[in-house]
């Protein structure tokens, strides 16, 4: 493992080795959206920030061979003009990923998903 923190690798550049997909829909995937990033740790995966200010913010892990194609998407920029590249990738239907989601810490654990008040919070939008 490397001195570079887990936030410094998610402000990373976005992955550059996967293919960007030109025409048409890969056959046989399924699609994701949200910001693509590299794996902190290990160089065969990618992470995949998805809905991060939506109600379900997730962290999506795949193996890169897993991912068919990437599709560039409209990127939206916040009140100080900050920025993340937003893509739609598709992976290989029957691929194995992993859901890395956020809680709030309580006993017990407390699922955002489980709360529109916990999303908002995580996000940081005002209620």
Same mark, same amino acid.
């Given at each position: ?8 690798? /998610?402000?990373?550049?976005? /992955? ?30 990618? /992470? #995949? /920030? ?9 962290? #999506?892990?795949? !193996? ?15 009140? &100080?003009? &900050? &920025? ?25 654990? !407390?699922?955002?998903?489980? &709360?529109?008040?916990?999303? !908002?919070?995580?996000?940081?939008? !005002?209620?």
């Amino acid at each position: 493992m490397t001195d570079v923190s887990f936030i410094e690798h /998610l402000e990373e550049e976005p /992955l550059a080795e996967i293919v960007r997909y030109e025409s048409g829909t890969p056959q046989d995937a399924v699609a994701f959206v949200g910001t693509l990033r590299k794996h902190p740790y290990d160089e065969s995966k990618c /992470l #995949l /920030l998805a809905d991060h200010a939506g109600d379900e913010p997730a962290i #999506l892990e795949f !193996r890169k061979v897993d991912v068919q194609g990437v599709e560039e998407r409209a990127s939206p920029v916040d009140e &100080s003009g &900050s &920025s993340r590249q937003i893509v739609r990738i598709w992976v290989r239907r029957g691929s194995r990923g992993v859901r890395y989601e956020p809680f709030e810490v309580d006993d017990p654990l !407390r699922f955002l998903a489980a &709360s529109k008040g916990h999303s !908002r919070a995580f996000s940081g939008a !005002r209620s």
